[in-house]
Nanobody
């Protein structure tokens, strides 16, 4: 009922930048927060960054100072600006939204994931 469409992943050299976008669509009443998670092969999925509808943000220690999360509430869209990328950032990045639908059901919607690969 709520769909997340991600874009912006790809291949980049170490030190480069990428900007990920995630747009939520569907029968949305409210979005409480949106965030980005990542999972590398053989590793646990981790929160990269999250932002609430009020603008509060949270970052993983490993990306602080390099990544910036932002949102456009009017467009139900969240962005992740990734600078100074490192090979360790290579992972599948997935968007998540804490949403309430027009039927007053609250749940976490997930995107399909997008590959970010950083070469050394």
């Amino acid at each position: 009922q709520v769909h997340l469409l991600e874009s912006g992943g790809g291949l980049v050299q170490a030190g480069g930048s990428l900007r990920l976008s995630c747009a939520a669509s569907g029968s949305i009443s409210s979005i409480y927060s949106m965030g980005w998670y990542r999972q590398a092969p053989g590793k646990q999925r981790e929160l990269v960054a999250a932002i609430t509808s009020g603008g509060s943000t949270n970052y993983a220690d490993s990306v602080k100072g390099r990544f910036t999360i932002s949102s456009d509430n009017a467009k139900n869209t969240v962005y992740l600006q990734m600078n100074s990328l490192k090979p360790e950032d290579t992972a599948v990045y997935s968007c998540k939204a804490d949403v309430r639908t027009s039927y007053s059901v609250r749940y976490n919607a997930w995107g399909q994931g997008t590959q970010v690969s950083v070469s050394s």
